[in-house]
T-cell receptor
Framework: AQKVTQAQTEISVVEKEDVTLDCVYE???????LFWYKQPPSGELVFLIR??????QNEISGRYSWNFQKSTSSFNFTITASQVVDSAVYFC???????????FGSGTKLNVKP | GAVVSQHPSWVICKSGTSVKIECRSLDFQATTMFWYRQFPKQSLMLMATSNEGSKATYEQGVEKDKFLINHASLTLSTLTVTSAHPEDSSFYIC??????????FGPGTRLTVT
C-alpha cells in the first residue's frame, strides 16, 4: 500500500529559526517519486522539489534543503532561517514511476511569527 | 513550463443546482487529467482519473453520477457537480499529465454551495 505520513500537524516558529518538516512514506514500488509542495492561503500548490527513488543525494536550494533516506523511508524538508513568507501548509507526496496516482500526506501547517 | 488553468477560480451556487469546473492545459497536450478534492484543513484526495476520449476512472467512494467528468480533448477536462449540496463545498484541484511525465497542478476552484 502507498502511504505518506506527515506526523506534524502544525508547527510554530519565530522568524530566523530553522525548522524541519517530517515526511515518512510507504511503498512497494522500487521506482517512485517523492515531492514537496507548498500551499499558501490562496490554495494554489507550489511545486518545491521532486526526487526519484534512485537519487538519495540531499538537495539544497537557497534556504530550503531536503534529506532523503531510503533506509528510513523518509524525505524531510528543512527551512533555514525561516521567514514570515514561509508560512503555509506543506504537503509531501508520493507517486509511482509513471506519475500516475499521487498520494498526499495530511500536510503540516507552518506558522512563522515575526 | 507547463501551465494548467482552472475556471472559475471560485463559484457560489445554490443547493440543487449543477456547476461545471474547467481544467485546461495551456501549453501542452494532456493525455491524462486528474481531479482532486480538498476539504478545509485536510489533504488532497484523488477523486478520479480521466483519459482523453474515454470514461473517467473514479476512486472508491466517489459518486460518478454526481461528479461527472468529461475529457473531450487533450487540453480540456471538465468536472460537473450535479445537484450540489452544501457538503460538496470544497476546493477542487485538477492536474494534467503528458504521457508518463510529471503531473502539473491547476490553481484550484473553490466551490461554495449555499
Amino acid at each position: 500500500a502507498q502511504k505518506v505520513t506527515q506526523a506534524q500537524t502544525e508547527i510554530s516558529v519565530v522568524e530566523k529559526e530553522d525548522v524541519t518538516l517530517d515526511c515518512v512514506y510507504e511503498t512497494r514500488d522500487t521506482t517512485y517519486y517523492l515531492f514537496w509542495y507548498k500551499q499558501p492561503p490562496s490554495g494554489e500548490l507550489v511545486f518545491l522539489i521532486r526526487r526519484n527513488s534512485f537519487d538519495e543525494q540531499n538537495e539544497i536550494s537557497g534556504r530550503y534543503s531536503w534529506n532523503f533516506q531510503k533506509s528510513t523511508s523518509s524525505f524531510n524538508f528543512t527551512i533555514t532561517a525561516s521567514q514570515v513568507v514561509d508560512s503555509a501548509v506543506y504537503f509531501c507526496a508520493l507517486s509511482g514511476y509513471n506519475f500516475n496516482k499521487f498520494y498526499f500526506g495530511s500536510g503540516t501547517k507552518l506558522n512563522v511569527k515575526p | 513550463g507547463a501551465v494548467v488553468s482552472q475556471h472559475p477560480s471560485w463559484v457560489i451556487c445554490k443547493s440543487g443546482t449543477s456547476v461545471k469546473i474547467e481544467c485546461r492545459s495551456l501549453d501542452f497536450q494532456a493525455t491524462t487529467m486528474f481531479w482532486y478534492r480538498q476539504f478545509p484543513k485536510q489533504s488532497l484526495m484523488l477523486m478520479a482519473t480521466s483519459n482523453e476520449g474515454s470514461k473517467a476512472t473514479y476512486e472508491q467512494g466517489v459518486e460518478k453520477d454526481k461528479f461527472l467528468i468529461n475529457h473531450a480533448s487533450l487540453t480540456l477536462s471538465t468536472l460537473t457537480v450535479t445537484s450540489a449540496h452544501p457538503e460538496d463545498s470544497s476546493f477542487y484541484i485538477c492536474s494534467a499529465r503528458l504521457a508518463a511525465y510529471e503531473q502539473y497542478f491547476g490553481p484550484g476552484t473553490r466551490l461554495t454551495v449555499t
